[in-house]
């Protein structure tokens, strides 16, 4: 049954338990600096595994980890101040001191703000496949992505990636490889089944197939090679097809 201190969306829980105001945290970081990289320690206060949840639209996926991991530190990005803002209140609503979010977005975040090594995972679900050809010089998940992926992981890092889009996973599961052992995540997350993200869950509801992939760090190939292989490999010129938009609409919407 619902009460006061559990939000919903889209029927399913928002994970956590809203606090007494005096348990509330401090999850925002309102502005980057010009130059990085970023002291995470001196963020969080503390030095522990950290995790980055990349283009995290309203958080679900950094509030379900943040309270199931309190021993990780959690920094979530995303370009939408809108979809930020509701992230911010709902971290700090629930106390947690082991995530920061922030309005950026990820090719920038990576490039400038991440050090060598310096997370134990990335998430990144459900990027925009920007359906549009023209827009197609957009798209984030590109072979200079996954190379800047590759050298912010520390070594035997964790990568995991999600969409409901066919055309943009066969792109990745063609691409990833070369920097990544991937493997195929055929079944819904066992600690949310109902979807890690706000997109996932309206894709299952929707009867949408999500294509979920877990990823290891190749750590035979230091950053001169997994720069050379990002310059040989072809973009992500893929023409999308299907019933998306309308979704990837909501998606922009946040909420």
Not at 15 to 29: D, H, K, S, Y
Not at 150 to 163: E, N, S
Not at 199 to 210: D, K, N, P, Y
Request: charged residues 25%.
């Amino acid at each position: 049954m619902p009460t006061d201190d559990v939000e919903y969306e889209f029927g399913v829980a928002i994970p956590g338990r809203i606090l007494p105001p005096e348990r509330w945290a401090r999850t925002a970081v309102k502005r980057l600096p010009e130059a990085g990289p970023l002291d995470f320690a001196a963020i969080f206060g503390r030095t522990a595994p950290l995790v980055l949840d990349l283009g995290c639209g309203n958080g679900r996926y950094t509030l379900l980890s943040a309270l199931a991991r309190p021993d990780y530190d959690h920094f979530a990005i995303d370009p939408l101040p809108v979809v930020i803002r509701y992230a911010t209140r709902r971290g700090n609503q629930r106390g947690l001191s082991n995530a920061r979010f922030a309005v950026k977005d990820a090719q920038t975040f990576l490039s400038r703000y991440v050090a060598d090594a310096a997370a134990a995972e990335v998430h990144l679900y459900h990027p925009q496949p920007f359906h549009d050809p023209r827009q197609a010089h957009r798209r984030l998940v590109t072979p200079r992505f996954a190379a800047d992926v590759h050298r912010v992981l520390a070594p035997d890092g964790l990568l995991v990636v999600q969409t409901d889009n066919p055309d943009y996973w066969s792109y990745m599961t063609s691409m990833l490889p070369y920097f990544f052992s991937l493997e195929d995540h055929p079944d819904p997350w066992p600690d949310s089944p109902a979807g890690r993200s706000r997109r996932e869950i309206v894709a299952i509801q929707r009867g949408l197939h999500v294509f979920r992939g877990v990823a290891r760090r190749r750590d035979e190939i230091d950053r001169a090679e997994a720069m050379e292989l990002a310059a040989t490999l072809p973009p992500p010129t893929f023409r999308s097809h299907g019933p998306w938009r309308e979704l990837d609409r909501l998606e922009r919407e946040g909420g």
